[in-house]
């Protein structure tokens, strides 16, 4: 299979879950979607040093968290995107709404360094070792987030009400 074959079967098996991935980490739908056609260009550009990583999927999830983390330092006077149109209109779903708002909400309660460890780990199901690798950090420090971050999650009003408990 040719480089850009080989890139092309790639993304259609992960672009889902790498949008779904950036959206955790705290991007709209459509920011999300710019954001991993980004670190895709950069997967690209650089494919020969992709395809010798040890674990390509924990590669791509590295750059995709380093270019979210490069889109929030850029400056506030940017356009932003918008995920729908006004004239749009849908069926109601409002319970999805609800609990997705209120996970993203317990989400934003989260430090960014908790926020990326809950994501990577239980949404991209990576290990704590790919995890250590992602992060540049020691497998212990990706434990002790994780742990902070679920003790957060754990006290959440949100969740709670979620979880159907008082």
């Known amino acids: 299979m040719d480089r850009n074959a080989e890139f092309s079967a790639y993304v259609a098996a992960r672009w889902s879950r790498l949008v ?12 999300a979607e710019d954001v991993v056609q980004t670190a895709l260009m950069r997967c690209l550009i650089h494919w020969s040093k992709v395809q010798r ?38 069926p109601d779903q409002t319970s999805s709404i609800d609990t997705a708002d209120a996970v993203l909400r317990s989400l934003d309660r989260l430090s960014g360094d908790q926020r990326t460890a ?23 420090t990706v434990k002790s987030r994780l742990s902070r971050a679920l003790q957060v999650l754990a006290d959440d009003s949100d969740l709670a009400e979620l979880r159907g408990t008082p």
């Not at 330092?73 to 995107?81: C, G, I, Q, S, V």
């Not at 809950?118 to 212990?140: C, D, I, K, N, T």
């Open 118 to 140: 809950v994501v990577l780990r239980y949404y991209a199901h990576l290990s704590e070792h790919q995890m250590a690798v992602v992060l540049g950090v020691a497998p212990g």
């Open 53 to 90: 990583a040890e674990d390509r999927d924990a590669y791509v999830h590295r750059i995709v968290v380093n270019t979210f983390t490069s889109s929030r330092r850029r400056r506030w006077t940017r356009e932003k995107a918008t995920a729908d149109m006004p004239e749009a209109s849908t």
């Open 20 to 31: 779904r991935a950036a959206v955790l980490l705290g991007c709209s739908q459509v920011e």
